[in-house]
């Protein structure tokens, strides 16, 4: 006995419940931007500073800052970092700048201020944690903010979750809810376009865009 096919609809309706089930993804940035400030004292030639970020439940992430030079007192230096892996904000615990001195007759070395900035896509940046770092260092040690109390980085709200994207639909801060990834976020419904017509970020549904892929037929009029 033949059974008929799904509709449209069912389809349509068994891919969202699908969508559903699936953990929601974090807005991540890819690119952050160090500014830090020295103090009275130069960074002396061969020593080490790292940029080091704790995040929940996964291991510390390390970016080295120098690569050998001295950094003159009273100077800021700011480095741009392009991350291979995206970061949740939102997952950060705590962040810190490792020094390691050059050599034992080094000087210690200190801070000013030091500051992360994310840069998200399609927003202004903001400061890692709201969070400035300073002090001083003497041989090896690290500088680090506080730790954040793990309920201080569930979502609070909607946009705590948005990946600004429109496409794959409006994620939803719902830490209740079965669906919800570690930080209480539920992934939202992708967008359902009409009939032969596709989403893309910059332009929303829109028709196929057809390519002419042979000669262009001739104006149909009457014969000369």
């Not at 991350?83 to 000013?112: C, K, M, N, Q, T």
């Not at 770092?133 to 201080?152: F, K, M, N, P, Y």
């Not at 989403?199 to 000669?215: F, Y």
Request: glycine share 8%; aromatic share 4%.
């Amino acid at each position: 006995m033949n059974r008929p096919l799904p509709s449209l609809t069912i389809w349509t309706m068994l891919l969202a419940l699908a969508w559903t089930t699936l953990p929601a993804a974090a807005p991540t940035v890819s690119h952050l931007q160090v500014r830090i400030t020295t103090g009275a004292a130069e960074l002396t030639a061969g020593s080490v500073v790292e940029l080091r970020i704790y995040e929940s439940g996964r291991s510390v992430r390390r970016f080295p800052l120098t690569h050998g030079e001295s950094w003159p007192r009273d100077s800021t230096r700011v480095i741009p970092l392009t991350l291979s892996e995206g970061l949740d904000p939102h997952a950060v615990a705590r962040i810190a700048l490792y020094f390691r001195a050059a050599g034992p007759s080094s000087p210690p070395w200190e801070i000013g201020a030091a500051e992360v900035d994310v840069e998200p896509d399609n927003a202004p940046p903001e400061r890692l944690l709201n969070a400035t770092l300073s002090g001083v260092i003497a041989q090896r040690g690290e500088l680090t903010t506080e730790e954040r109390d793990a309920s201080a980085m569930r979502c609070a709200s909607d946009a705590d979750c948005d990946d600004h994207r429109s496409c794959n639909g409006r994620e939803r801060c719902a830490p209740r809810n079965r669906a919800a990834d570690s930080r209480g976020c539920v992934k939202g419904l992708p967008l359902v376009c009409p009939v032969n017509q596709v989403c893309s970020e910059d332009r929303g549904c829109h028709g196929l865009d057809n390519a002419v892929t042979g000669p262009a037929a001739a104006p149909v009029g009457p014969s000369p």
